[in-house]
């Protein structure tokens, strides 16, 4: 009886996908038409049919290759890829935030309040022509 942990279980990779995709079982269940238990025993599963892989990996935002290939060494390895300094993004290019979210925020806050303001004026015109 062997301990070792099997490399290409798929169902344990459906899950590790799943959850880095912040997405619970009865969220995957119900994108596909599905329990709850039955993503429970796929996701225990050491194999699956390809046209259920197919179906998995679609709900998932993934190809089916993806699902076959993946391995937590390569996610490792892909998001160490990413530094802390800022224009360095990995595989993204060099690109950076160039604003501060915070202003934006202001910004958008500033136009809801004259969209209000002309709102109210609007309705102030209509009540005083009555």
């Known amino acids: ?9 798929i ?3 459906i899950s590790r996908i799943r959850e880095l ?6 969220a995957l269940a119900q994108a596909l038409g599905m329990s709850q238990q039955t993503i429970s025993a796929i996701e225990n599963s050491e194999t699956i049919d390809e ?5 998995v990996a679609k709900a998932l935002g993934v190809t089916a290759e993806a699902i076959k ?3 937590e060494e390569n996610m490792i390895n892909y998001f160490n890829t990413f ?3 800022q224009g360095n993004f ?3 290019g060099n690109n950076s935030c160039n604003f501060n979210p915070l202003d934006k925020v202001i910004e958008l806050y500033e136009r809801l309040v004259q969209v209000e303001k002309e709102k109210f004026e609007y309705v102030e015109k209509l009540l005083n022509e009555k």
Do not use: C, P, V, Y
């Open 69 to 71: 290939s993946f391995s």
């Open 51 to 55: 046209e259920k892989l197919i179906e």
């Open 1 to 9: 009886m062997s301990t070792a942990i099997k490399l290409n279980h």
């Open 21 to 26: 995709r912040d997405m619970k079982q009865e």
């Open 83 to 85: 530094h802390d300094s």
């Open 90 to 92: 990995g595989n993204f």
């Open 11 to 13: 169902g344990r990779k």
